[in-house]
C-alpha cells in the first residue's frame, strides 16, 4: 500500500508539474505576470517565492491537479504600469499559446520518456496467443494456442505492447483486422478478426481479451521450483526438484492441470504422488482457501513452477532504436495514443464505445503501484501513457478545461471579437458540472471495480 501510494504521488506530481510549468514557462516568455504556481489544490502546505516577479511556489494539499494565476484584470485590478503583463490584454495568438502550452508540456515528456526506453531498450513479450474462448471473434477467426501474431493489417508488430493498441484501435474503427500468424512450425497464415455484431457499448476494460485474444500460457512441466513458506506445500514437506506425478490418482499432465485441480480443492485432502530422486512418494495436501482476482474462492498450495528459460528466451523480447529512430517511434506513439484517446471519447458520447474504460484515481494508483513493482522501465512507460491522457483530456472542449479556453479563442478569431465574460462565466458553470459528473463517474467505476474485481 506504501508502495502504491509512493508510485502515485510521484506520478501525479511530476505531470501535474511538468503541465502546469508548460503554462507557466510559455506566460514568462510572452511577458506575462505570474502570480503564483501552484501543485494541488487547497490549503498549502508549503510555499516559497522566487524571481524578479516574486511569484508565489505552492504545494497544496489536494495533488489532484494545480493551477498558473496570471496577471490579469478580470480577477483583480491591476497597476496602470502592469497594464501590459495583464494575460487578458494579450493577443489572441499569446493567449492560445500559454493555455495550449500545458497539454502540450505533456505531450512532449511522453515523447522524451519514450524517447528514452525505445533507446536503453524495453524488454516486452512477443505476441503469442493462447487458446480463445469459445464464441469470441478470435475463436472464430480459426487462432491456435502458440500461433505468433507477426502482422495486423500488413503493419508489422514485435511485441503485446505493439499488438495491443495498434488491435484496440482496428476494433473502435469497426472494420475487418486480418492478422498474419506464424505457427510453431515457421508457416505463415492469414485470419481474419470479422467485428460485425461485436458490441463495442457492451464491451468493458479488456477489449482484447472480449476479442478472444490473450497472452499465450504454453504448457510447463509440473516440477517444483520454489515453495512459500508456511504455505501447505511446505507443511507437507514438498521439496524443490519434485515432479508432480498424480493427484488423487489422476495423471498431472502439465503445470495449468495441477493449478486447476489444486484451485477446484479448497480446503480438500489432497493425494499427490511426486518423483523425487527417482522415487514415488506420497504426500497428502490441504489446499489453503484463497479469493482470487474474480472474487471465487480457490484452492492454493504455496508452489511456483520451474523456470523453463529456453521457453522464456522464446517468449521474451528486447527491442531498442538508435536515437533518431527512437524519437520518430516516440512521436509516432504518442500521436496514435492521443488520436486513439479522443476517438474513444468520441465513440462514448455517441454510445458507440462502453463508460465502463474510464477509469479514476483508484486505478491510476493502482497501475502507479503494478508499474512500479516491475521496475523502472515499466513505471516510465506507465507516466509517459497518462501524461498522454492528462493532455489530451486537458484539451478536450469542455469549458474550465485548457480545450474550453481554446475553443473561445477559436470563437474570437471567428467572429472578430473577444466572447463575453458572461457567456464565459454561464458555460463554465456548465462545463464545470459535466467535468464533476465525468469525476464522480470514473470514481464509481474505479469502486465497483473493487467491490467486482
Known sequence: MIETLAAFLVTLLVLITVHEFGHFYVAKLSGVKVLRFSIGFGKPIWQKRFGSDKTELVLAMLPLGGYVKMLDEREAPVPHNELHRAFNNQTLFKRFAIVSAGPLANFILAILLFTILNMVGMTGMRPYVDSPAKGTVADSAGLQAGELITEVDAQKVASWSDLEPLLVEKTLSEQKITLQVQDGSGHIALKTLDLFGFDLSQAGQDLIKELGITPWNPPLEAVVDQILPDSPAAKAGLEKGDKFISVNNQPVLDWQALVKTVQSHANQELIVQVERAKQIRQIKIIPEAFKGPDGLVIGRIGVMPMRDIQLINKLRINVKYPLGQAVIKSVDKTWDVTALTF?????????KASWKSIGG???IAGFAGETAKLGIVPFLSFVALISISLGAL?????????????????????KGSPVPDSFIAFTQKIGLVLLTALMAFALYNDIHRLFTN
Open 361 to 363: 484515481p483508484v486505478q
Open 343 to 351: 476517438k474513444t471519447f468520441g465513440m462514448m458520447l455517441v454510445g
Open 394 to 414: 486537458n484539451l478536450l472542449p469542455i469549458p474550465v478545461l485548457d480545450g474550453g479556453y481554446l475553443l473561445y479563442y477559436v470563437v474570437e478569431l471567428l
